[in-house]
């Protein structure tokens, strides 16, 4: 946790000090071991980042008295477009996504996604913020991204997606792909990745019917987890 | 899996065929859902990758005749310094530098690793080998990495750094450095990643010594797991 991220409902009202417990509070208890008087780097969701001198500090609440004057890491202009991965790997997703500053994540169906991963309780909302929030406060970043999931592939690419890529240029990595993924593109990116074992050739179609470029990531086929970083590394 | 990895001693000696019980077998059966007949993706340890194709499968045994005629995917000219990372994050961060191709990674102490990491049951030899056997089967690679174990910091970039960089560019990935990472440097290097809370000045000052030159991913924090894919994406 390099960055301790702060709600409006954190604060006492009609002042600039926060009383956190929970989650928090241990952490900055057992991890950073800080103590009453220590400065910690805080930041608002959604807004700005700063200092929070810690006021109170025991094991029952934390209290900081808290100035937030500098704005977080500039977002990465790219939206990722995810066959749904099973849920230990939906939440380490999110988490690196989030770090890496990424602001809209799509997660999709596809043949290759086996159905019981949409009932999986990785996708309720609360398991969905807490992976935002762990990967927005390792970053310093507050900006929680938009997680949209839509478990029917072939009216979401036919009807919702070529509204969202408008403006971006939308590829989509898929190993033994002729084109290596581009690097420094300097542009907004919408990049989709295929579940294990890859997007079928009806779903590639659909895909490239809509815009999108086959990319390879090289010769190696990876995880999705590890391609998110190895993709977004590339093109930006 | 996409590919098995074989070992000598799965040979029926004096046969192209194979006899596999244990992990290999149960994911054949469970996630593949292969039936004799079948063509697998295989390659033997250290050497050529090709095709085995099941002559017998059951809930005891995985038999495959087996033809090696295809060469593994080249190497990635680098070796990875890492300060010992907590043991959950060795197990992924070894399977994924595995995965993107790295022939050499050392483990090492620095001031912020906790000291107990040392003892974890992940830095045992047969730990490290599964790590690495998942990593080298997800991107059909057969060459094991050489893993070093430096449970000091001081004699190892003292005495035996200096050889191992010599002929690479040595970087230490390090926030808050002024110079960004280089991009496709097309030549071999070396690349260290500090611990939670990065190398201490000291630390950072030995390294400078040796000749590495400290570069930033960005204003934002990666853990380690996020910082190796990412770099080695920007390297080459």
Redesign the interface.
Known sequence: M?LVLLFEDDFIAGTSRVCLKGRRLRHVLTVHRAVAGDSLCVGLAGGAIGTGVITRLDSTVLEMEILLDRTP??PLPATLLLALPRPKVVKRVLL?AA???VKRIILLNAFRVEKSFWQSPALEQESIAGQLIIGLE????TLLPEILLRPRFKPFVEDELPALIRGTLPLVAHPGSPRPCP??VNRPVTVAVGPEGGFIPYEMEMLAACGFTAVNL??????VE?AV??????LF
């Open positions: 390099n890491p500039p690196i770090t890496l500053g390792q970053s310093r970043d690097r420094s090289g010769e190696r086929i990876l995880r590890t970083p190895f993709l977004l590394a590339k």
